[in-house]
């Protein structure tokens, strides 16, 4: 069944152990996942992706329905998910499952997907897209904020969180966060206490432009480059950040040089890869070739020992460097 993000207090009213949770909004995937699931839960909760699920399918229904005396509730989250899960997951909706409710992540779906057509039509699941925040929405998000924390804010300065924040609920609780903080020390904040406070979203860290050179992201490169005014010794950390990336690029495209499975070996690296960066490492991977990686490198310890030398242009050799390849 379809319960939309607006309508969550209608949970309360049914009998689930199954929701899937889809779309491009991260911000209310964790608002739902937190505020309507770990608030006040004092069971197990378990973390996994997709891919861990396939390859214990069977382990996983077994431990689902299999429970001890002293074993106590659950809450499973499941990560990154497609329709490669949708036969585990009508496998189990097939099984009755006791004080284990499972909740199912994904990106956005299309209309024919298997999985979202499972949960839509499964009167035992529930089915919730989320869509990207309009002002109305970010506005609420502000005033539960403010309400909670038990601070005010004028419409003015509102509006001022709402335009930086970029349709990203997550990029507007930090913000508000900044702002309780300083109210702490101020008694009235101003407009111009949000402008020099806040940050744009678009003001990304070096790891980003780290990352977004190495996949050749040459617009988001671009971009990055006119929203911030970097320093010299940002210059420094650029530089070395790119080049402890580019040492293990090196080491993920000599694996696949013996290995061409790339999923494989970016899943069995070593130390492990957080979820979130797979997808722009496998882009960098597929983006340079082991050669061109070790040329990078020489390339990088060149630079750092120019900007050394001449700090004033530490910028202007720091841009021109990422910017063309």
Partial sequence: MIIKSFELDKLNSYDFNLHL????????????????????????????????????????????LTKSLFETNKLIIVSRCSDKLSNLLAEI??????????????????????????????????????????????????????????????????????????????????????????????????????????NLAENYSVFELSDNYLAKNSKKVSNILNENNY???????????????????????TEIDNNSNIDQVISSFKPPIFWKEKDIIKKQAQSWSTDQVKEIIFKINDLEALVKKNTSNSILFVSNFVSNY
């Fill in 21 to 64: 949770i889809y779309g491009n909004n991260e911000g209310i995937k964790d608002d739902i996942i937190n505020n309507k699931y770990l608030k006040d839960f004092s069971g197990e909760v378990l973390k996994y992706e997709e891919q861990e699920l396939l390859n214990s399918k069977d382990e996983f229904i077994s431990s689902l």
């Fill in 93 to 198: 909706l097939e099984n009755e499952i006791t004080e284990t409710k499972i909740i199912i992540k994904s990106s956005n779906l299309e209309k024919k997907s298997k999985l979202r057509n499972l949960f839509e039509k499964e009167k035992k699941a529930v089915c919730t897209p989320v869509y990207e925040d309009d002002s109305r929405s970010l506005n609420s998000v502000i005033n539960i904020f403010l309400k909670e924390q038990n601070f005010n804010l004028s419409q003015e300065i509102k509006n001022i969180l709402i335009e930086r924040s970029k349709g990203d609920r997550i990029n507007l609780k930090n913000e508000l966060i900044k702002l309780k903080n300083l109210s702490i020390s101020k008694n009235k904040i101003s407009a111009e206490d949000v402008l020099k406070l806040s």
């Fill in 231 to 253: 320093s010299s010794d940002d210059c420094i950390l650029i530089i070395r950040t790119i080049l402890n990336k580019s040492k293990r690029l090196l080491k993920i495209r």
